[in-house]
């Protein structure tokens, strides 16, 4: 079974940074594309970051250039650099793994809080 567990959220003030981590189990993980989402209330969940096992990575738009992710075969963890943080980012962060679709498990995610 997948276990997910995100950590490394916050509060911070609108320009700062923090660094995401997710700690992956249960399965291949260097085979596998990891991808950071984010959900903010009352709103759906959203693809934010992926990096596939031969580290191409792809982001969107509104994070291009502030957002950074990386991964660790070793640690079997996936991290997520955020830089010049706006309130627009405050949401909770999530993370999952796939081969051509995301597996079913989430973890608790970990709540990310710009001030402005």
């Given at each position: 079974?997948?276990?997910?567990?995100?950590?490394?959220?916050?509060?911070?003030?609108?320009?700062?940074?923090?660094?995401?981590?997710?700690?992956?189990?249960?399965?291949?993980?260097?085979?596998?594309?990891?991808?950071?989402?984010?959900?903010?209330?009352?709103?759906?969940?959203?693809?934010?970051?992926?990096?596939?096992?031969?580290?191409?990575?792809?982001?969107?738009?509104?994070?291009?250039?502030?957002?950074?992710i990386s991964?660790?075969?070793?640690?079997?963890?996936?991290?997520?650099q955020?830089?010049?943080?706006?309130?627009?980012?405050?949401?909770?962060?999530?993370?999952?793994?796939?081969?051509?679709?995301?597996?079913?498990?989430?973890?608790?995610?970990?709540?990310?809080?710009?001030?402005?």
């Amino acid at each position: 079974q997948v276990q997910l567990v995100e950590s490394g959220g916050g509060l911070v003030q609108a320009g700062g940074s923090l660094r995401l981590s997710c700690a992956a189990s249960g399965s291949d993980f260097s085979t596998n594309t990891m991808g950071w989402f984010r959900q903010a209330p009352g709103k759906q969940r959203l693809l934010v970051a992926t990096i596939t096992s031969g580290l191409s990575t792809v982001y969107t738009d509104s994070v291009k250039g502030r957002f950074t992710i990386s991964r660790d075969n070793v640690k079997n963890t996936v991290y997520l650099q955020m830089n010049n943080l706006k309130p627009e980012d405050t949401a909770v962060y999530y993370c999952n793994m796939g081969r051509g679709t995301w597996t079913g498990y989430w973890g608790q995610g970990t709540q990310v809080t710009v001030s402005s």
